[in-house]
């Protein structure tokens, strides 16, 4: 393509649409584990949830999965849904509210660029919750590109930064 348009920077991901298969059950997790507020139903198939009285970050909807299994694992669509924190204490307490709930984690990594829990959601939609570094501490490769990679991430330290804030 010899087109040469690069999308705006200040464009963002507005909201991702999610279909599960008990509508009670996927704001159970969204809303009382993760801590997103409803904004707004549709009927008794959508519910709209959102964070910071944004009109919505996720939708959720039943109209073509209900009481439906799972999506298959090894099957084209959605990987995860990545939800940004503002700075590593509010993922740590993200991670805390997890462990209060005795909700299972699937992975947890540092990326250089960021740190993240990955988890699936009651539908086994993945779901990654993450902060980012400050850009001027990204990691960078000899060229200048970003170099991101995958290492353990020190959850136990994760969790010294909720301590930290309490003690300063």
């Not at 008990?22 to 949830?49: K, P, Q, V």
């Not at 700075?87 to 250089?112: C, E, K, M, W």
Request: glycine letters at 8%.
């Amino acid at each position: 393509m010899t087109d040469s348009y690069t999308i705006p920077a200040q464009t963002r991901i507005g909201h991702v649409h999610l279909k599960v298969s008990n509508l009670e059950r996927a704001l159970h997790f969204y809303c009382d584990i993760l801590g997103f507020s409803l904004t707004t139903t549709y009927g008794h198939e959508a519910a709209f949830i959102a964070a910071g009285g944004y009109h919505h970050h996720l939708g959720l909807n039943t109209w073509y999965s209900k009481e439906g299994p799972p999506a298959p694992l090894r099957s084209a669509g959605l990987f995860h849904t990545a939800i940004l924190y503002p700075t590593r204490r509010d993922l740590a307490v993200a991670y805390q509210r997890l462990l209060s709930f005795n909700y299972p984690i699937t992975g947890a990594a540092d990326h250089g660029v960021s740190e993240a829990i990955y988890l699936n959601d009651p539908d086994r939609n993945g779901v990654e919750l993450y902060w980012d570094r400050p850009k001027d501490l990204w990691p960078q490769k000899a060229d200048g590109s970003i170099d991101m990679y995958t290492h353990p991430l020190d959850l136990d330290d994760l969790l010294k930064t909720i301590e930290h804030h309490k003690n300063s």
